[in-house]
């Protein structure tokens, strides 16, 4: 840059005194006290800056500080007349040549002219303004950069991100206890349930064997042996028939036969019976064990429902969560993407990136010349 | 149903005294039927006792008995007698006997059914408390 803010601000403040023609104080000019131009200095009302840009750009260019814009006409052609050292009707001689105002400063920064002549005061009022709104967007740009390079742009996001992950933190775990509690339920659940149906099988097993119902079995049917009643009386009188006694045998045998019989088919309801127990001691144990089975299985259903509604649980919640933090995050890039925006709006560098060289196709430069001409401009 | 100890109390109880009272009623019809055969096997052996001696009498008249006369009518008379005496004696026992079986048949048939239907009511208890351990595990997992 060929204008030095330094340089020009020590040079305003070497003028601070502006001689005024003695007997032209009654023009009513008012002259205030120099300032001190700095960027930092100038005031964010338009008006203000305006006034402010004026007061500091005369006491520069070597005339008495003032504020043109607050001037009547008659005061501003007295201020002009003062400034050129002319009278407003082409005579008189002013104390402030205006060989004083300084050279053109266009002429060294490429703004074209190149002439050797002093600025007008409009000439020197825009260029301060241009200076100060230079330094505004440097400053500006500047910001914009140290935005970027240390990543405060993502402020909020960052925030929202943490406090989502809070959330994130705080709903996993909570979807964790619940499910520890469920299989903690489950687990109890089935440990009550198996200690109720082998209590209930246990006692059952222990009545039958302690009550076996085999009602028939050794059972022996009583006989009534036939005797001869007429014994005795046959032998008073000298009665012998073998045939007496063949009736009483054959009466035995089938009183024999009879319970014979009988006990036959005792013995069949005592089988009856013995199978009827077996079976029944059979089906409780069956029982028993179907019934720790399907306790078995259940436990497994009901653990995988929990698992399976914890899973969707964390699904749902994770889902929800990413997309709360995409939300953040796409924020958070729009808002880098704007503060990019504003830097290359600005004519500013991208933090850590270099302004890719103009497209030559035709260039005889060598890529390290490019290099070195990139590196130039990387300083602007 | 959730299970319920007092409930099967009162089925044991019902059981418990139908089978006590058809035990009494049948014991009691058991005794009146064994009382009347044996009162007619008694009955019988006295109809025969006081048989025999007619027959002698019968014979005797007839001379063929008496003091050194035995003739061989007489003694097939009393042979048959005899025999007839002894087969309608063992009749009347074996139909006492076959009474007697069937009247331990029967209570024995009456004890194995109250048996089962106790075993069968332990069995229920056992069901039901299974049944209410899944409930209660269902409950317990939130199912």
Avoid at chain 2, 18 to 38: D, K, P, V
């Amino acid at each position: 840059m060929a204008i030095n803010e330094a340089n020009s601000t020590s040079a305003a403040q070497n003028k601070k005194v502006v001689s005024i023609a003695p007997g032209k104080k009654n023009l009513g000019v008012t002259t205030y006290a120099p300032i001190t131009y700095s960027p930092a200095n100038v005031p964010q009302n338009a008006d203000r800056a305006e006034r402010y840009n004026e007061i500091s750009g005369t006491a520069e260019a070597g005339l008495a500080p003032t504020w043109i814009g607050g001037m009547t006409p008659q005061e501003r052609a007295a201020y002009m007349y003062t400034a050129r050292g002319t009278s407003p009707t082409g005579s008189g001689v002013g104390t402030t040549p205006v060989s004083n105002i300084e050279t053109d400063p266009y002429a060294g920064n490429g703004f074209g002219g190149g002439g050797s002549g002093a600025l007008s005061a409009s000439d020197s009022l825009a260029l301060k303004k241009w200076k100060q709104e230079q330094a505004i967007r440097q400053n500006s740009i500047s910001q914009y950069q140290d935005m970027l390079n240390s990543g405060s742009y993502r402020g909020n996001q960052d925030a929202m991100l943490k406090i989502l992950q809070d959330m994130q933190n705080r709903g996993v775990a909570g979807i964790g206890s619940a499910y520890d509690r469920s299989v903690g339920n489950i687990n109890a659940g089935y440990d009550t349930a198996l200690g109720l149906t082998n209590q209930g099988y246990n006692a059952l097993n222990s009545y039958l064997k302690a009550n076996p119902n085999n009602q028939y079995a050794g059972y022996t049917p009583q006989i009534a042996q036939v005797t001869n009643p007429m014994q005795n009386y046959l032998q008073a009188y000298g009665v012998q028939a073998p045939d007496v006694q063949a009736q009483i045998d054959a009466s035995n045998q089938a009183a024999q036969q009879g319970a014979g019989a009988f006990s036959s088919f005792a013995d069949l309801l005592s089988r009856a019976s013995q199978q009827s127990d077996m079976s029944r001691l059979a089906e409780a144990q069956m029982a028993q064990n179907l019934a720790s089975t399907t306790l078995g299985a259940n436990k497994a259903n009901y653990l995988g429902q929990a698992d399976q509604t914890r899973q969707q649980a964390l699904d749902a919640f994770y889902a929800n969560m990413d997309q709360q933090k995409y939300a953040q995050e796409q924020s958070a890039n729009d808002r880098y993407q704007q503060l990019l925006d504003s830097i290359i709006a600005a004519g500013g560098t991208i933090p850590g990136q270099t302004k890719p060289a103009p497209a030559s196709p035709n260039t005889t430069l060598s890529p390290d010349v490019i290099a070195q001409l990139a590196a130039r401009q990387r300083g602007f | 149903m959730a299970y319920d100890p007092s409930a099967y109390e009162a089925r044991r109880r019902a059981l418990t005294n139908n089978y006590a009272s058809t035990g009494a009623m049948n014991a009691y019809q058991q005794f009146l039927t064994g009382r009347t055969n044996q009162n007619n096997l008694v009955s019988m052996n006295k109809q025969f006792e006081q048989q025999a001696p007619r027959i002698v009498s019968s014979y005797g008249q007839r001379g063929l008995v008496g003091p050194g006369v035995q003739s061989g009518a007489f003694k097939r008379a009393m042979a048959d007698f005899a025999k007839n005496r002894i087969d309608e004696t063992a009749k009347a026992q074996q139909s006492i006997s076959e009474q007697g079986y069937m009247n331990d048949y029967q209570n024995k048939q009456l004890n194995d059914q109250y048996q089962n239907d106790l075993a069968d009511m332990e069995a229920e208890k056992a069901r039901q408390i299974e049944a209410d351990a899944q409930e209660l595990m269902r409950i317990r997992a939130g199912a």
